[in-house]
């Protein structure tokens, strides 16, 4: 590899790797809702030059995780009238996913639908009592979520969708983790889930499709009530 190529290689490894290091850092509340964020700033503290830092920024903003106000950046935050909003998508969105995936799975598609449900029940079913633990196993239910609305995703077989649906749910990520620890709201979840699995599973698309939107218009309705608690902004 000549020396402009192994240029051109280390340049898009510092953008992914800043790009990765600061969406963490926003999702994982690091930087917080509303705080300034500037290139020279994060720049230093990720020990990495300017021009990475910039270019991620400019990915954070196509998501929507950033926000330019009279040439300053901050971080996004969301409104209850825009959370609304982008449930209205999902709704729409999601629900035709879990219709597509009735009609379209095959044997092997609802064989990994099955284990992804059934991953999900046995992470939900050992929930730990200590305060300490709580976190990595909070980690391991968000990620058997999405793997199994990542098989619902492969099964529909439309990548468009997918692409569309991962941009909105980046802007109501950190709100996830407190859903969770309200009463009875995982074991709802759990049930739901399995109700949009087994109508898939048994090839009935018009169902699967009303189960996941019956499935989000609850989330959307305790989402907002969570987030009039804490006091969000209405508008």
Not at 47 to 68: C, D, H, N
Not at 81 to 106: H, P, T, Y
Not at 187 to 209: D, F, N, Y
């Amino acid at each position: 590899m000549g020396h402009e190529a192994t240029k051109t290689a280390e340049n898009r490894h510092a953008c992914e790797q800043a790009y990765e290091t600061i969406q963490g850092l926003i999702l994982g509340m690091e930087i917080r809702p509303g705080a300034a964020v500037t290139e020279t700033a994060l720049s230093q503290r990720l020990g990495l030059s300017r021009t990475p830092v910039r270019e991620a920024f400019k990915r954070l903003e196509q998501e929507g995780l950033i926000v330019t106000t009279n040439h300053r950046k901050r971080v996004y935050i969301l409104t209850i009238r825009e959370m609304e909003e982008l449930f209205d998508l999902k709704i729409c969105l999601e629900g035709a996913v879990a219709r597509w995936a009735g009609q379209r799975a095959d044997p092997d598609g609802r064989r990994r639908l099955r284990e992804a449900l059934q991953r999900m029940k046995r992470v939900a079913a050992v929930r730990p009592a200590e305060t300490a633990q709580e976190q990595a196993w909070l980690e391991d239910w968000l990620d058997s979520d999405q793997r199994f609305h990542d098989t619902l995703f492969d099964l529909a077989g439309n990548k468009r969708a997918r692409q569309v649906i991962r941009t909105c749910n980046m802007q109501w990520h950190r709100l996830r983790l407190g859903m969770l620890t309200l009463e009875g709201r995982l074991e709802r979840s759990v049930a739901e889930h399995e109700t949009i699995a087994l109508a898939v599973l048994a090839g009935k698309p018009a169902v699967a499709q009303k189960a996941m939107e019956t499935h989000l218009q609850n989330l959307q309705r305790e989402l907002v009530k969570v987030m009039r608690l804490l006091h969000y902004p209405t508008m």
